[in-house]
């Protein structure tokens, strides 16, 4: 069984590039979330989806930072322009909600793109 | 404040040795909780949840202790495999919220 699909594995770009970060979750789950892991700050919340929706993206530094959910099996997240501040690896993880509680429904990781903006 | 406060570490154990991690988050109204375990350039993965009663998964113990906002972990007869970083996590508005880990090293 497939588990979170993520792509690139490593991202290394020049500053003012745009950047691309692509997330397949596991096939039925229906909530997808992106989140950024530095050493400063550890892990941190971007954005959630729920059936395809943002519910939350509070966590979205700002408005250089954007994501999509076209469809259940496919997410982005790209950053334009990008700044050296936003190297970090980034996490996708998707899970199966069954209706409001993550309780008995795990967080499933993707092994994550290590982004480097130089 | 942070949400999830968790002692980073690291925790230099020799194998066999019994190892406790607490943690703890400041919304009252959180409702549930878990440890993750990241190994090195990994990514997290859930260890187990925890309930408010304590529970237990082999060499693992959690607690929750709902008035103090705490939640600890012992592990038991640790191995040299156990050595990685604990997240303990706590959900609040279906949202996750991961501390920033405790460093477990296990040395023979």
């Known amino acids: 069984d497939a588990g979170v699909i993520q792509s690139p594995r490593h991202e290394v770009t020049e500053m003012g590039q745009e950047v691309t970060l692509r997330c397949k979750p596991i096939s039925g789950h229906n909530s997808l979330f992106w989140y950024r892991q530095t050493m400063m700050r550890g892990l941190e919340l971007l954005i959630y989806f729920n059936n395809n929706v943002p519910i939350d993206d509070s966590g979205m530094p700002e408005d250089r930072f954007s994501a999509k959910m076209p469809n259940a099996s496919f997410s982005t997240l790209k950053i334009q322009p990008s700044e050296p501040r936003d190297s970090a690896v980034y996490f996708c993880a998707s899970s199966l909600d069954p209706g409001g509680s993550l309780y008995n429904s795990p967080l499933h990781f993707g092994n994550g793109t290590r982004l480097t903006v130089t | 404040r942070k949400e999830v406060e968790q002692d980073p570490g690291p925790f230099n154990v020799p194998e066999g040795a019994t190892v406790a991690f607490n943690c703890t988050y400041s919304?009252?109204?959180?409702?549930?909780f878990f440890w993750y375990r990241q190994d090195c350039r990994k990514e997290p993965k859930l260890l187990m949840s925890v309930y408010s009663s304590g529970n237990e998964d082999g060499r693992f113990t959690a607690q929750l202790n709902r008035a103090s906002q705490y939640i600890s972990l012992l592990i038991r007869d640790s191995k040299l495999s156990d050595s990685a970083t604990y997240l303990c996590?706590?959900?609040?508005?279906?949202?996750?919220?991961f501390g920033a880990g405790t460093i477990l090293r296990v040395k023979s």
């Open positions: 919304n009252s109204a959180s409702q549930s």
């Open positions: 996590v706590v959900e609040h508005g279906n949202k996750l919220v």
